[in-house]
DNA sequence: CTGAAAGCGCTTACAG
DNA sequence: CTGAAAGCGCTTACAG
């Protein structure tokens, strides 16, 4: 029933020697230390239940030994799901994690990365296509770490970073639809500001002009969420009755257009299809389970994090980009 | 172009006056400082684009301005809804948050508790029910605060929490199948280790035999995920064909077990009534639309975060626990 | 094989 | 109104 923390003082009065070999033990730079006293001060740090500072030790090493994930939303599975695979190749490596919900709100971004700089974070796995470089050049300037993953900073290009192929994606997509029949296709694309909404309404424009299925008027805009889902697909609705085919530039989108066009006594897939990007989770659990564009989203997290990793040891001269290719999930809601 | 980030020092040699009155202004303690002298090392401040050494200041104050949160899995959209509370809540107060994946694996939790510990997080949010008192043992002993949410650790009920009334929902729950003609009530429940396992299960029970409809060999136990609720139902459907209701203790499994009842032939609701726990924010989306036990996610991750700084500020003088009543939520799956 | 000492960048009484 | 000094708990050359 110590009032305080044990430090490494209290052990070494113990084990009558200095702190400086307490130190070395307990970091492992014992090679030179006798083995009894590395034994005393092993027993001793053992029974009083010692726990480091890391604080302490990394004002004097200038390593936090945790690094930042900014988001747009954890709550949003395909984040969700990167922040896991984030945490677990972090975890392997001993770092711990701090999440930061962006919301595409830049003072929060901002914000956020001031005080990541501040915590002295070794690194940081950028997930917001910001619309402002002004974070990004934050890290910079103080020599932080960062990749970017699924989506990157307009103007950092070639910064570090894991994506899977979006044009690609959209592009494959139509030309999947146009097999199954498909001629009268709607895209729904996310917010315009985002490198990958633009990316995917690139493919999907290229293909369906290619076969010559393409109309101005039959693209619509929208939010990467269920609820920019319902809303959109209402218009969608509501202005072309003749389409066959509605093409979702995510999943959540297609989740919640799916239950607008149901509330419209609209069925999918046999008035209409639907098609998702992304491969979340939940997607093989809906009814029509949804035929979506598969991203390896887990895989896409295990690798930025090692890539940071690799930053912050300094492993790597240069910048590193990794593509991952988006593969067609058919299911049922074609 | 400085080769290293700038430090309170830098700033008082360019102002022309000590550290301490640097650290003074920047910390808004400086009510004796004169208004020149203020505006001089603001000024400077802002030109350097310094940003505190917050690691050094913890190791003065003893306070680290980050909390913990300790969950199951990030990817569960229960726990990352409250995840997303806690932060939005903890950002209000200027903290930032670690995150750790449990996975009910009680190693893992101890060696994140240590962890977190060693950081010297200012508080933990607790929302993993694990079996073993160890990690909450290492926060007090370390006199760290700490609230439970959702689900406690044996032996520390009176501990401060937030929960929604588990045993509540179950029975209401019943009632309500009661009440809409259903008599032929199968039971899932999840990990028997778990508290909220145990209350949601009495509920039911306790309800069912109320009512006389209670059969033993209709509760099933499997585990709170998708995965859970797909290998459970292929059990079900196996063993009773004589049921008109499925009872699952959480959404996750109803979602997943709503699967395999279709891929079963068996129609919901006609052939049988689904029934879910928790209200997550997908479950409105499902083909049809479960119905479940509404719990306030949101509102208890922010309730949990306040209670938790309360603490932390040493406002409350002894352990306080907040509940919440559980609602039923009717849709199309009964 | 081990200790004394300086330093990491702050904060906080205490003087003046 | 402001500065000098000690201290937070570690790590890391450097001596011996």
Not at 244 to 249: G, H, P, R, V
Request: aromatic share 8%.
């Amino acid at each position: 029933m110590k009032k305080s923390k044990p430090t490494m003082q209290d052990i070494a009065k113990a084990a009558g020697v200095s702190k400086a070999t307490v130190s070395m033990v307990l970091n492992k730079k014992d090679d030179c230390i006798s083995e009894g006293t590395r034994a005393r001060i092993l027993a001793i740090a053992d029974e009083l239940n010692y726990i480091p500072n890391s604080i302490a030790r990394s004002l004097s090493t200038n390593k936090s030994g945790t690094i930042g994930i900014m988001l747009p939303d954890i709550t949003n599975p395909f984040f969700s799901q990167i922040a896991r695979a984030v945490e677990d190749a972090a975890s392997d490596y001993d770092y711990n994690v701090i999440f930061c919900n962006m919301d595409n709100d830049i003072a929060k971004e901002v914000k956020y990365t001031k005080l990541l700089v501040s915590k002295l974070v070794d690194g940081v796995i950028f997930v917001t296509g910001g619309r402002s470089p002004e974070s990004v050049k934050i890290l910079e300037n103080n020599h932080i770490p960062f990749v970017f993953v699924d989506r990157h900073v307009q103007g950092f290009e070639h910064y570090s970073g894991v994506y899977c192929l979006n044009k690609d994606g959209s592009y494959e997509g139509v030309k999947y639809l146009y097999k199954k029949g498909k001629r009268k296709i709607a895209f729904v694309t996310g917010d315009k500001t985002l490198s990958i909404s633009k990316l995917r309404l690139e493919g999907f424009m290229e293909s369906a002009m290619e076969l010559g299925i393409y109309r101005e008027d039959w693209v619509f805009y929208s939010d990467f969420t269920i609820e920019g889902g319902r809303r959109i697909t209402e218009k969608v609705v509501a202005t072309c009755d003749e389409i066959d085919t509605i093409f979702y530039s995510n999943d959540l989108m297609a989740i919640g257009g799916m239950r607008t066009l149901r509330a419209a006594g609209i069925r999918v897939p046999d008035d209409v299809g639907v098609m998702g990007y992304d491969d979340i989770a939940i997607s093989g659990m809906m009814n029509p389970a949804l035929t979506t564009i598969h991203q390896p989203i887990y895989d896409m997290g295990i690798q930025s994090c090692r890539l940071l990793v690799k930053h912050i040891r300094g492993q790597l001269k240069k910048q590193k980009i990794i593509r991952y290719a988006p593969e067609i999930l058919e299911r049922q809601s074609i």
